[in-house]
């Protein structure tokens, strides 16, 4: 008999485990914790769950997973800033800022950013939970998002979400239907994005606020990707990579002695006008320059970046970054990171012309994929069998009609209450902080409302907080950013 009953429970456990594996539509779990930021404890809910995406007729086509953190025993929440988050890719979860910059449990990391086992998270005690209730939102296909298909079993048209106008739209649509839920209209309110996240955000101000009446108070742009640069002609993209190769070298120390023993600080503004005054014109005569130009422009070029004259005259001034993080120390059997150019990397040959694989992010994989899985289950009691997708499936990624940049700005003219902080690591390879200058610089032509950016970089790279100093510092500069944003009573008028 107990043999019998033996057997009927491990058929009833294989019929449990056996189900399809899918995650629920519309869900939420909600915890309570604690914590310490800047000195001063404090309580907090943190609710995880699904929210769907429907379409024209009200069917869910997709449902995106988020974590929603809000201060406790808050009273007055028309006064109590929203900041609604997001990472980039496009493709990418919302992991990298949730648990290693705002949020309040960040993941075990050292000073620097290294990994260190065992794997798990602390707290966070620079997060800005503090001053923000925060949302990070993963679309489509990314963390435990995920299509749904129809009666029939159809999943729907992936152009539905995967290109720059498409999730822009239905994210917007998306973040309204959060806002109604969480009764969060009169709360002031803030986007950040990091690299993809921040031609998303950008769009993501106009349609917020012309498509579903929702007007911000800020946006943050985390290391923005801008691709009105990447696919322009060379001499602007790759003159603009020149003081990103001197902050590489510099970390190095690759430079030569007279510069190596300054600053960074020194030497940047230098190098950043010699990008713009000389080497961009240098690099748009082409073929027609003089050997005279030529030559001197190489030299400076060296002196600036660590690489050899002839490597420069090799590649006719326009040097590749894969080149860059390849050959910059080659002599010393190693390459450099191309998000974050502190991080070195061992190739199988040093002969070549790239490395063989991105130093940076297979360290951060090594240290957030653990944490990730292991905070969503234990400390967020958010259980599913479903893989949490650190890059999701999202291409093709239509990048057609690209109008961020003027959708942000159109947004700032018409909102004067909307301004923007953008944050850089000077060591991110990817998404240069000098290219980000130039967005901004671009983004208002005129210099009407420049006034209404703050610029701040970091010495660290891509995801600068991953630096303990820089994580302190970053959340600093938010909090100041929100401080300084708020309406404190005034009408929003020009």
């Given amino acids: 008999m107990k043999k019998l009953l033996l057997f009927f429970s491990v058929l009833s456990f294989i019929s449990v485990q056996s189900q399809n594996r899918k995650i629920p539509a519309d869900t939420m779990v909600v915890t309570n914790h604690s914590t310490t930021i800047n000195g ?220 190596q023993q300054k600053d960074l600080s020194e030497i940047l503004p230098e190098v950043e006008t010699y990008a713009i005054n000389t080497l961009m014109p240098a690099i748009a005569k082409g073929g027609f320059i003089s050997e005279v130009e030529r030559d001197n422009v190489a030299e400076k070029m060296s002196l600036y970046s660590g690489l050899s004259k002839s490597s420069i005259l090799d590649h006719n001034l326009n040097i590749p970054t894969s080149f860059f993080w390849k050959e910059l120390l080659r002599d010393r059997g190693y390459t450099i990171g191309r998000l974050d150019s502190r991080y070195l990397g061992i190739d199988k040959m040093a002969a070549g012309n790239s490395p063989d694989y991105n130093a940076e992010l297979s360290s951060w994989l090594h240290s957030f994929t653990p944490a990730i899985n292991y905070y969503l289950r234990e400390h967020l009691d958010f259980k599913t069998d479903i893989k949490y997708n650190m890059f999701g499936d999202v291409h093709p990624w239509d990048r057609q009609n690209d109008n961020t940049r003027d959708r942000l700005r159109q947004a700032m003219a018409q909102n004067p209450y909307l301004k923007v902080l953008v944050q850089s690591g000077y060591y991110d390879g990817a998404t240069t902080y000098f290219a980000a200058k130039y967005t901004v610089g671009q983004l208002d032509p005129s210099g009407t409302m420049k006034d209404r950016f703050t610029f701040k970089a970091y010495r660290s790279g891509h995801m600068m907080y991953l630096r303990k100093e820089d994580l302190k510092a970053a959340n600093d500069d938010i909090r100041m950013f929100i401080k300084n944003s708020l309406a404190n009573g005034k009408s929003a008028k020009y």
């Fill in 40 to 259: 001063v404890g404090l309580n907090y809910s943190a609710t995880t769950g699904t929210q769907p995406v429907w379409n024209s007729d009200g069917e869910p086509i997709a449902t995106l997973f988020y974590t929603y953190y809000q201060r406790s025993n808050v009273k007055d929440k028309a006064n109590r800033p929203l900041v609604i988050s997001f990472n980039g890719g496009p493709g990418s979860a919302s992991v990298w800022m949730h648990v290693a910059y705002t949020g309040p449990q960040i993941l075990k990391i050292d000073d620097e950013g290294y990994p260190i086992q065992p794997y798990g998270i602390k707290s966070n005690p620079f997060s800005i939970l503090d001053v923000a209730d925060i949302i990070f939102v993963n679309p489509v296909n990314t963390g435990y998002s995920r299509m749904i298909a129809d009666k029939d079993g159809k999943l729907p048209d992936r152009k539905n979400f995967f290109g720059i106008n498409a999730d822009i739209s239905y994210l917007a649509e998306w973040i309204n239907t959060f806002v109604t839920r969480h009764n969060r209209w009169e709360s002031p309110k803030y986007l950040i994005g990091e690299s993809y996240g921040g031609p998303r955000v950008m769009g993501l101000a106009e349609e917020l606020q012309n498509s579903q009446w929702m007007y911000l108070n800020g946006v943050i742009l985390v290391s923005p990707a801008d691709y009105k640069i990447y696919s322009t002609d060379q001499p602007i993209y790759s003159a603009l990579n020149l003081p990103y190769f001197t902050a590489a070298a510099w970390h190095q120390k690759a430079l030569s002695p007279s510069l």
